[in-house]
């Protein structure tokens, strides 16, 4: 049965770990998955909401910055899952979460952009 799971270059190497740690890794990855698709969401939120007349031009930049962010998470988020399994099936250490982060970052940099850019439109008015 193991032969038959994609992907290959997971599956198909090592030795089958013990079940638990494989659905951690797995939890852990649709963890990440969520996190990603509320990036997603409220870029998509931000971005229609830019349509009314009363809010600033740059709230759909802010929404598409959202957007891309949780789409490149949800790819580092099965690339952290397949080298964990990988890691687990060879017994070799677990790698470091390097999208962490990543993610931290990116919050951060999307939260001083909106503060900045609203500082800025508050001054306008």
Same mark, same amino acid.
């Given at each position: 049965m193991a032969?038959?799971?994609t992907p290959r270059s997971v599956y198909g190497v090592g030795?089958?770990?013990d079940p638990r740690f494989s659905? @951690?890794?797995? &939890?852990t990855a649709l @963890?990440?998955? &969520?996190t990603a698709l509320a990036l997603v969401g409220g870029g998509v939120a931000m971005v229609s909401l830019a349509s009314l007349d009363s809010l600033p031009a740059w709230t759909a930049l802010v929404g598409a910055a959202a957007?891309?962010?949780g789409a490149t998470l949800s790819l580092r988020a099965v690339g952290a899952w397949a080298r964990v399994e990988r890691a687990l099936r060879l017994r070799q250490p677990l790698p470091a979460p390097c999208a962490l982060g990543v993610l931290a970052g990116g919050v951060v940099v999307l939260a001083v952009l909106t503060l900045v850019l609203s500082v800025v439109e508050l001054r306008g008015r």
């Open positions: 032969d038959e799971r030795e089958e770990p659905l @951690a890794n797995e &939890r @963890a990440w998955m &969520r957007c891309l962010g």
